[in-house]
């Protein structure tokens, strides 16, 4: 029990100095590094840029404590900070006290959902979204969160969360255009673009990989200190370049978030998709990990973790955070071992709210717009489009429409749609199952296709292999192939159902079971069954139905042909080919 | 296209006299016997009794021309009623003409929606809805439509769609209470019941089935008129007896429903769950009718054909209507051929509402009231519930959940709960799929559950064979079994995936079996597949995974065996024991 909730009994005993040097050096370099984006996601989801510091210090101490994932580094993120953003935006005003602290009643809701859901074991929620699905997702947001920061970049003020809000915005503000802004934006992003790509170049100066490494993924901490040197230089902010200004030197108050009935009432929804799209994430980056480290995260523990670092994060007047890409990359290279890693950077982070944040005033938003945009490149996925179009035309057309849908109402709807798509598509394809009217291989046990095999039959017997679990889904379907088959066949005096591919018979199931026996008794036919599988038989056994089945239930489909087969009428099989 | 979208034209041309007879006789005792029910509902749904009429009149006449049932009656449908009422209360006053319309507004939508679904042949979304929470569900709309009569029954005015507010409403007006209308109710209810039961004892005086059944069945016009009788004999209408009153002497006007968008924002998800549980309802009975006459209904067709009658209903002033089970009962006992039934009971009905209106004046609420509750027993299916729980607790616990859900907050609220708690139970099912080793039966070309059998197997070889098509929400369990497997068995060299139970891999799916052959080629473990069925083959051709596989692919397990075990580390079997 304690060692299910608390993981952290796993590994601290064994904590030791060499263990500490590497999680302390990977602390110092995820502190530097994330700093700028920490306060661009908060600019992001419409907050203070200090919310996104304080964001970075209890989460991390809560999931030092509940984590499973050994380098996971939880944070603002870039979508979560958008759908942040969406949810709020209907219901406070930007930029007030208000509006921060439904941020954290946000993150309250989203750790309260979280927790429960670790306790009760719902980790299979994030099994909802399929892949294509989540890859779309995640594609579509990227461009929304890169376009929603064009006007940042260009000092043009718009805002919107579907693709036609903010294009809509920059039309009609595009007189607010500030070529110094314009100037500084457009620089940070060529630049970053650019020291993504040096890699190869710092290598063949003779850097190795780590150094290299590292100096590329520095890109936004310099881009930052060159251009924070050059507005307070040039004194630009006279110019109308917007800055993050000032920012309180103290540590993140704590306070219980407002539960308002009605605030909270309008919160559940987003919360849950916040949490749904979170989860997923930051699941699906831990296990990455693990599986490279060839160690093993618990899904459900996870979904308790994250929970525990969005109520550290509602506590500490904060915003929703999750499993954040970036950051935990940067944590990865940097050599952590434990998750202590994570409270040490937390540690850094307090130190530089309280001592380094005079250095930040001049920072340029512009700078930061830049960097948000170049952290979604790693969103997009259209190597992922064009694969899956030519595996499954079905799947793709579940990931286009939740990518148009993202486009048009935004991630919230995007969501929802895309868990909508992904189950209607699996319902649709179970629904109608494939079906197989078997016939005797000659001479042998074995039963086959009568369509693709050359088989022996009885016109009075006919052996149906259904290749799915019959439920609630395809249950009528069922009924409609058999009273079909038997339409068809008026000789017919025995139907065997084969029932090697059913998994499950659900009650919906075995009432049509039950009605298909009882229609079959009206036209003298008797329903059997074969190979029925241990645990459905048992099941069955809990009804009635076995009594009033007609026929019998039989071991193997040969031995049902024995039994019910006639040498009279069968027929031998004329056909002289055999395929696959 | 003619026959699929007019079903008319398959039975009109063999149309004959002796059908006509039928088909008249029938529509003679339905016109009679529905217009109790008919004023019923309309006032169930919070609408002018003369609604019901309306309701009966085109959108029958609709049903004949679009439906593929030869006896199924549309109309207005309790459970109907009551989310109509629900779904306008909140928006638009009762007893107001922009409730009226509102109605009609809903009707109009609910047409529009069940059309395009038969058009874009979406039949199958009933299939989203388990038997148990079907049940469930109309077993408590039974409950909550019977409690909302209690008012009318007693002579206290009360509303509320929920339990709660029904009781609640009824504790704080009960001073309201009027004894002779009590009398009335209780006085009809008592009647009805009684009726109800008298089938048996009315065979032994002597009558044939048919005519008891009748006569049984005509409970409700007996005590209407009964009823009417004496409230206008002892002038009770001036005892504060509430009677059905005045209704128009025309037939219904023909108008476009209003289309304000605001309304019909509201209205949409309103109008598709009255869609949904009227057609599941609808289709149910005409599935269940037409396998007793050993004829077949389409429902695609269905949707489309409900979707006329909705729009006929629109457009007639009326409110959404459906297939009713009473109203079918009765038109099929009677004896209806074809859909021409319905139609003359259309003309039954209008011919009453121009020249016997004036005798309904005196009709007492309450006697309408009973017959609305006693209708609801049919709904009550105690049964139901026992069978589930025996068969299946999870699917009970859906029942259960559905019950209570509608109790608390209403039939919508019970629907969206019930389709949400359908698929989850049935993904939670699926997404973790039973999987076995499997080894050799000795001596055969057999493979069997070594946990189970005598199997001969070699540590170097692990054949593992899933239970289950491989989708989005078992993707990451599949992976989970996998590793576990591998990391428990050092000695492994293999790993042979059975897939003769996997009719699905979707593009999550293909993904994780990806991961799988890297993770695992990582460990110089080579994946192989087996028994790959054909259709699923053809699919993984289009990817290029079966080039990055590091083993083959084998046709059945023998031949897997035959090449990768090594009889050098091969078992053979030692358990002496063989079960099923």
New interface residues.
Partial sequence: MLKRYFPIVEWLPSYDRHTLSQDLFAAVIVTLMVIPQALAYALLAGLPAVTGLYASMLPLVAYTVFGTSRTLAVGPMAIVALMTAAALSGIVATGTVAYSEAAATLAFLSGVMLMLMGVFRLG?F???????VVSGLLSASGVLIATSQLGNLLGISMSGFTLIEQLAGLATHWQDFNGLTALIGLGSLAFLMGMRRAGPTLRRLGMTATLSGFITKAGPIIAVMISTLLVWAFDLEAHSVAVVGEIPRHLPPLALPSLDPSLIGTLLMPAFLISLVGFIESVSLA?MLA?KRRQRISPDQELFALGGSNLAAALSSSMPVTGSLSRTVINFDAGARTPAAGSFAALGVALVTLYLTPLIHFLPIATLAASIIVSTFTLLDARGLK??W???KR?FAAMLATIVLTFVSGVEVGVMAGVGL??AL?????????SALVGRVPGTEHFRNVERHTTEHDPTVALLRV???L???????LEDTV?AMVAERPALKHVVLIS??V??I???A??SLE?INA?LDDSQVKLHLAEV???VMD?LK??DFLDHLTGEVF?STYHAWEALHDEKTAVKPTRDTSS?
Same sequence: chains 1, 2.
């Fill in positions: 299979f994030a099994n909802f979204l399929s892949h294509p296990q599986a694969r899956t030519r595996y499954s799947d992904s189950l699996f319902l649709y394809r179970t629904s109608r199952p494939h290749d799915e679990s439920y609630f889904a395809n249950a009528r379907y009273y090697s591919a998994n499950l659900d009650a919906s075995l009432e009605a229609r599988k241990g645990p099941q809990q009804s071991l696959s």
